[in-house]
């Protein structure tokens, strides 16, 4: 077992990297995890003794193999909880994210079987980011981002690339959704926003801000 806060440190180690394995550096850890530059250190000091981390001081960190198959145990429950607070609890997608947050370090793994398996076994939660299986693996779907796309272009929206609820709230002011069948009309040069046309014929001009988050079918 491992505390909320080894779990926290792991789980962002895990996010701010490739894949777990590239060098981080303690600067980028302790922004995320709104801390000062020395409790990082003190605490990557600690995972490093329990074989957690690979730490070198003033060089950064990296997951053990160990270390990442805790990240992606963590990241399986959250995303599992934030499914079930969509599909059975009513909650928006743009409120489950801190719940999960906590949910998350429930330690027990029959109970994330069991959840796991009421759920119907989901490859993706509610962001449209894939739910890592028992054994760690991750199934990518094949995604690009609405900024890469070219005028006449189009997909369908299968994930975002920022699940703070002000964004979520704003893509739901929009009436853009996971499902959501986005056209490319225009590139406007000035600013690199895009004028698009969704299923139900509503012109949108969205910022160049706002399409590097939104992920479309490849």
Known sequence: MHSFTEENYIKAIYKLSVNGTQEVNTNAIAEVLDTKAASVTDMLR???TKNLVHYIKYRGVSLTKEGE?????????????????VQKLKFNWDEVHEVAEELEHIGSPLLTQRLDEF???PRFDPHGDPIPSENG?????KQRLLAEMDVNEDG?????NDSQPLFLQYLDKMGISL?????VI????????FEIILEDDRNLLLSSE???NIFLSA
């Not at 693996?137 to 779907?141: D, L, P, S, T, V």
């Not at 369908?156 to 975002?160: D, L, N, P, T």
């Open 137 to 141: 693996e991750i199934k990518q779907k």
């Open 186 to 193: 225009d590139r406007i040069a000035y600013d690199n926003s």
């Open 179 to 183: 499902g959501s069948r986005i056209k």
């Open 69 to 85: 198959r805790v990240a992606l145990q963590v990241i399986r429950k959250h995303r599992l909880w934030e499914v079930f607070l």
């Open 156 to 160: 369908v929206v299968v994930g975002v």
């Open 210 to 212: 706002v399409t590097k």
């Open 46 to 48: 600690k995972l490093s």
């Open 119 to 121: 759920l119907g076994y």
